[in-house]
């Protein structure tokens, strides 16, 4: 019985995907072209460049020599290996979905184990600093800018360490294992490294704007449904954002609605990800053969922490 409504539900999205598609193909062309836009402006310049850098550090088996001054420090906090800490920096600073990316790359290369990369899965892949400071900072009032910069990074940081000793308590300590022993791919010279990390990168980059077109234009459907998106009401504005978060932030920030709602909905869902992140993230740890219902739960509570915090902070200023 599961099964067959599952496929009667599947067989209904895409009858009511091929009807907006066919007799609504002026406005479906628009948000179409809205995730590509936002594609081509935003996360081809961002993204790809540290796609292509951290793929070559990976290969050439350079990268955790970046990270030796906090590999100690990060240690003795997340009892985590110097791979893993290498995904732990470069997952916060790099931004989404590279912290998804590094980790099946490290378990590709047997860096790490399964369960390593699982945990890691639950707090290092979030939105970047340099998009949230030049994207989501414009949606914010100038009073809160750093409260909720430090809210941002800081909660996961710590939701990691409460997973380390809570759920991932008895996950094996591998920071002194012989990395000699570990079988990995011959040594590349620096071209052909960079010519396998650009191949790489631009395969990624083109299957997450393959993502944010879709999403992009799935979130038509919802707003049609209520009717148009309405400059002062809410409940669009907060479903785009939950089903493609990059174009649904434009759109926030571009609306009439008050600004602490504005503040929320862009900073929950930022928080969170949306759907599009979660196929894109499934898209990157494909070869980690993990399940991704772990992974929506963690970002879940994280946004609800997130959430509890962002009333704190009016509460307290």
């Given amino acids: 019985m599961k099964n067959f409504m599952k496929k009667i539900g599947i067989r209904c999205f895409f009858l009511i995907l091929l009807y907006f598609l066919l007799f609504h193909a002026k406005s479906c062309v628009q948000f179409a072209s809205q995730g590509l836009l936002v594609w081509f402006q935003t996360m081809i310049p961002t993204l790809l460049p540290f796609m292509i850098v951290t793929s070559m550090m990976i290969l050439l088996q350079v990268h955790r020599s970046f990270i030796r001054i906090l590999e100690p420090f990060l240690y003795r906090i997340y009892h ?76 996961p940081i710590l939701y990691g360490i409460l997973m380390r000793y809570t759920l991932y308590r008895h996950m094996p300590i591998t920071a002194h294992r012989d990395v000699t022993e570990i079988p990995r791919k011959s040594k590349l010279t620096l071209f052909l490294a960079l010519d396998e990390s650009i191949h790489s990168a631009f395969h990624s980059i083109t299957t997450l704007g393959g993502y944010m ?40 920030l571009h609306s009439n609605i008050p600004w602490s709602m504005k503040e929320q909905i862009i900073l929950v869902t930022v ?41 704190m902070i009016y509460t307290l200023f």
């Fill in 271 to 311: 928080m969170f990800g949306g759907v599009s992140c979660i196929a894109q993230t499934i898209s990157c740890i494909r070869t980690l053969n993990c399940s991704i219902f772990p992974y929506c739960v963690h970002k879940l509570i994280q946004s609800c922490f997130f959430y509890l915090y962002i009333n």
């Fill in 80 to 155: 985590i290996n110097g791979d893993s800490i290498y995904c732990v920096v470069f997952g916060f600073l790099c931004g989404f979905p590279m912290g998804a990316r590094i980790v099946a790359q490290l378990y590709d290369q047997k860096y790490i184990s399964k369960t390593e990369g699982q945990y890691l899965l639950s707090f290092c892949n979030n939105i970047g600093p340099i998009y949230f400071i030049n994207i989501v900072f414009q949606g914010i009032r100038g009073g809160y800018h750093i409260a909720f910069l430090l809210g941002m990074y800081a909660i």
């Fill in 213 to 252: 077109i879709f999403f992009n234009l799935c979130t038509y459907i919802p707003i049609c449904i209520l009717g148009k998106m309405q400059q002062t009401n809410a409940l669009p504005y907060l479903m785009n954002c939950v089903l493609e978060i990059s174009s649904g932030v434009q759109n926030v």
